[in-house]
């Protein structure tokens, strides 16, 4: 049986030596060939891998494909912050963002379509759960992101463009979905971001953020290095309970047991907690008291997100003045906190803005405000 052609895209190094000994009876070093054609130059096309010879080029047509998610739109943010739509179906999309600093550049990619999670304060949780994505539609985002900001460097073409890997320094798993209840396609995904011959990231640069899904917490112990955040949001579980439901499974002092065995196992310095703030239901200052207690002189940092706005949402966002008395209550705890500055919010790229619906119209709507552009990925090519 000729058998359909395997996506390479997304083979972790182990898995690609293993398909190229046995489709085409090569030796390991071709897989390392391929990864450097497919992640550092971001080939798609067999053909063009002129370091291979034309015979094993034809052969591997035969048996391997390189296959990426479709580009439905981009839209960039007065602040820099670029988002893209890929189309995962008709009516289904996931959204991933690029967010550039003065330091580094950060590419906030999702695990899922749609989330099982159901925070009640996330424009992810109101579509509902879809499906898991697969690897290469894991790993596609970061080719997809890794190609379009090189396109846009300065000196591409011309050859002065440098590494564009440059330009993604971070990658963060804070777009759609529960990285942890995909953690089979999660796992291998991040493996190729810390691969020397695929994303080559250290491991503090490659965050998976989780609601707290416990038992693969530990999990990931044991199988993978990489920085861990997690959506706490609430002191006590009475309210945990509400805004992140998951607690009811997994309370918070279980859960804080499972970061801190996280911190040993892996010598990492500090677990990310994520606090979103609310206005009037997580920000009083008898919170923070309460945060302080939990997290003081343990390997812990606080982000606190400003709460973004969705429509149909109940929550408003915590007045400035309350997120800066909250931070400043927590540092005069002896913990640390700082406030994430809201970014892309004019394009609905920021934290819980992401919704991936293929058929909004409101995509066309922002139009003024934007430079929408739609390419399919057969136009790129
Ligand atoms: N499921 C994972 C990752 C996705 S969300 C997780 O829960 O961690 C990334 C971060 O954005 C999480 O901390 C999430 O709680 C936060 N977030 C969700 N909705 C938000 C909103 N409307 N405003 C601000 N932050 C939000």
Not at 147 to 157: K, N, T, V
Not at 326 to 331: A, S
């Given at each position: ?166 330009n993604i320094t971070n990658i963060v798993f804070m777009g ?81 047991a499972a970061c801190w065995h996280y911190i040993d196992v ?116």
């Amino acid at each position: 049986m000729a058998g359909e052609r395997v996506n390479l895209l997304g083979l972790p190094r182990a898995e690609l030596e293993a398909f190229v000994a046995a489709r085409l009876g090569a030796k390991p070093f071709r897989a390392r060939q391929l990864m450097k054609w497919i992640y550092r130059r971001g080939a798609a096309d067999f053909a063009a891998m002129t370091d291979l010879a034309q015979d094993f080029r034809a052969q591997l047509d035969g048996v391997a494909k390189i296959t990426v998610p479709e580009i439905v739109t981009e839209q960039v943010s007065n602040d820099g912050t670029r988002k893209w739509l890929l189309r995962m179906d008709e009516v289904q999309g996931i959204e991933t963002v690029y967010i550039p600093e003065p330091d580094r550049g950060t590419l906030c990619i999702s695990s899922q379509v749609g989330c099982a999670m159901d925070c009640s304060f996330c424009s992810t949780a109101q579509q509902g759960f879809n499906r898991n994505l697969g690897v290469a539609e894991i790993v596609g985002q970061v080719w997809l992101a890794h190609r379009e900001l090189a396109e846009s460097r300065p000196g591409h073409g011309d050859g002065r463009g440098g590494d564009a890997r440059a330009n993604i320094t971070n990658i963060v798993f804070m777009g759609m979905g529960e990285p942890l209840a995909n953690y089979r396609n999660v796992v291998p995904a991040m493996r190729i971001f810390l691969d020397d011959l695929g994303y080559d990231l250290s491991r503090r640069r490659v965050t998976l953020s989780t609601s707290g899904l416990v038992p693969q917490i530990y999990k990931l112990a044991q199988e993978c290095n990489v920085a861990l955040a997690v959506s706490l949001h609430a002191p006590n579980d009475e309210l945990r309970n509400e805004l992140v439901p998951i607690n009811r499974k997994h309370p918070i002092d279980e859960l804080l047991a499972a970061c801190w065995h996280y911190i040993d196992v892996q010598n990492g310095r500090s677990v990310t907690f994520e606090y979103v703030m609310l206005d009037g239901i997580n920000d009083k200052p008898e919170h923070a008291r309460q945060l302080a207690r939990l997290l003081k002189g343990r390997p812990a940092k606080l982000n606190l997100i400003p709460f973004n706005a969705f429509p149909g949402t109940r929550y408003r966002r915590s007045p400035a003045a309350a997120i800066v008395r909250f931070r400043d209550i927590l540092n005069e705890h002896g913990v640390i906190a700082t406030i994430r500055r809201t970014r892309g919010d004019d394009i609905d790229a920021a934290c819980g803005q992401l919704a991936g619906r293929v058929t909004d119209r409101t995509l066309v709507r922002l139009g003024t405000k934007l430079t929408p552009m739609t390419r399919t990925a057969a136009e790129i090519q």
